[in-house]
């Protein structure tokens, strides 16, 4: 099993960045698909982007390519979300996941809250 812990949300104005990480202990980051999901006041959670274990392959929604980038950190086993040029509707609770095989989301972190102010 994988700890998840989301850290770095907070209130920004809209074209400004935040930069969110996800510490993960247990089992090395490099065993899972790490991604990134959110979910918006009244709305689905939704993929945003994920990173695989072994290649470091990604992959964005379209909303987001082009803004945010994904990386990571093995030896701190931690991975990142640089989101740049924010928008409103980027507003969400950001949630971190891992996932094995072709599954995203076996492991979930708490989340942390992102708001993007007009």
């Known amino acids: 099993q994988v700890q998840l812990v989301e850290s770095g949300g907070g209130l920004v104005q809209t074209g400004g960045s935040l930069a969110l990480s996800c510490a993960a202990s247990?089992?090395?980051?490099?065993?899972?698909?790490m991604s990134w999901f959110r979910q918006a006041p009244g709305k689905e959670r939704e993929f945003v982007v994920r990173i695989t274990g072994i290649s470091a392959s990604t992959y964005y929604t379209d909303s987001v390519k082009g803004r945010f980038t994904i990386s990571r950190d093995i030896p701190k086993n931690t991975v990142y979300l640089q989101m740049n040029s924010l928008k409103p509707e980027d507003t969400a609770v950001y949630y971190c996941?891992?996932?094995?095989?072709?599954?995203?989301?076996?492991?979930w972190g708490q989340g942390t809250q992102v708001t993007v102010s007009s």
């Open positions: 247990g089992r090395s980051i490099t065993t899972y698909t």
């Open positions: 996941a891992a996932g094995s095989g072709r599954r995203l989301d076996d492991y």
